[in-house]
């Protein structure tokens, strides 16, 4: 895992990034961290995805995150604060981890965890419900389930349908569902997506607390793509703002000012503030 992006590398990040949704976003970021290709790393599960973001949050910045929180009873403001480091240090998970089976009405049903493709399937998907059915109906990896539909309620469909996300660009853009959700009876959607919760629970990140202003318990879930990019955000426009200052005191170009080392450029910024 890289440490935080030269000068060059993050400021070509923040610009694409700008233009990007953040499905595209999370990926670019990773490919900056890691030196993968993106195709490749679409189509990580959104968990293992996580555990890379994670450990590039912990390589870039170090492993606390601070911020602040609003109590959505009182609107009361709280300071939070989380330590990543046992994450960021945990064994990745293992392609086994990845998948899993379920029991429904006698059968096994196969299923795999979403990947990037998966969540473009449905990033502007209007309806919660079928956003969700849809996702799992993708992450079905055998024929069983067609067969608990004709034994739950008699109807199976030979329908194939192709989800595509027209908004999302570049890898994510065009992902192709392989199954139609409507071919997935509730009880073999409500099994798999059960499954595919708890195993991913392992990347995700929630904070607990209770308000101390009026005692109301609070719990957030941080999307950590996004925490990250904010943070890049923020550093690429501090940099934008040390060449300007730069180049108008010295008059040196920007290739030049951000070639310096960070310690050096900071010496100089000290000079003219």
Known sequence: M?????????????ERGEREHPIDRALSILEAFTGEPRDALAWLALRRRDELLIA?????????????????ACACKLDTSLDLSARASA???DGEVDRGTVEVAG???A??????????SIAYCAEPRAAARTLIARCIEDSGARAVDAALDGSVTGDVSDDV??????DVSDAVS??????????VTDAVGDAIERLSDASSIELAMTCPDCGHALRFAVDIGEFL??????RAQHLIDDVDALASAYGWSEAAILALPDARRRRYLERIR
């Open 2 to 14: 890289r440490s935080l992006p030269d000068s060059q590398t993050l400021l070509a990040l923040w």
């Open 56 to 72: 590039s949050r912990v390589a870039a910045f170090g492993p606390l995150v601070e911020g602040v929180a609003v109590c959505g």
């Open 91 to 93: 064994s990745p998970a």
């Open 107 to 109: 059968r096994t049903i």
């Open 111 to 120: 299923f795999r965890l979403p990947d990037s493709h998966d969540l473009a």
């Open 165 to 170: 996300s027209d908004a999302v660009a570049d």
């Open 178 to 187: 392989d199954h139609d959700s409507n071919d997935v009876s509730d009880a």
């Open 229 to 234: 990019w904010d943070e890049l955000s923020a």
